[in-house]
């Protein structure tokens, strides 16, 4: 009696882990940016719920001819900036915005897990310079407020073109 309800228990457990795995996998999300210009593109990444300690990110380049995926596993969760020779691309398909800081260099805005009002705003080649602000402080020189575009919960391929 008590190994077959050990075994009950067990095939209970394993299928709700396959469960919250379907779940999972259900929710990723992966955007393809296509990079069809003349000019290189770059990407930054943020997330409205994030995972861990990790706010926003960037900048991932994408050269002309070439394509990059990004990905999260929450849906609608995944935002990105996406700029070519320094101005804003945008999408129809995608008119909801969030702003997030942004540095000209390589960046990463990070949350204290010890403390949810303070922001980590991280830059350098190896992310090396970090300054901690107030969630809505004022922003140090370099740094500034830029808007990102919802993707949603669906697969996308987004072509930047000529």
Known sequence: MFTRLTGSKFLIVAIAAVGLAATA???DVEVKV?????DNV???????HFDGVVAAEGWFQIKP???RKFKTNTANDLYLRIERA???VTFDKFPK???WPVNGGRFDVLKESDDSSIRVL?????LEHRINIKK???????WANKRFFRVGSENETLEVKP
């Open 25 to 27: 996998s259900a929710n």
């Open 34 to 38: 296509e990079n069809f210009s003349n």
């Open 42 to 48: 770059v990407v930054a990444m943020a997330y409205d």
């Open 65 to 67: 001819g070439t394509s």
């Open 86 to 88: 320094g101005k804003e």
């Open 97 to 99: 915005f969030r702003s």
């Open 122 to 126: 991280r830059t350098g080649v190896n």
């Open 136 to 142: 809505d402080g004022k922003l140090p020189a370099g």
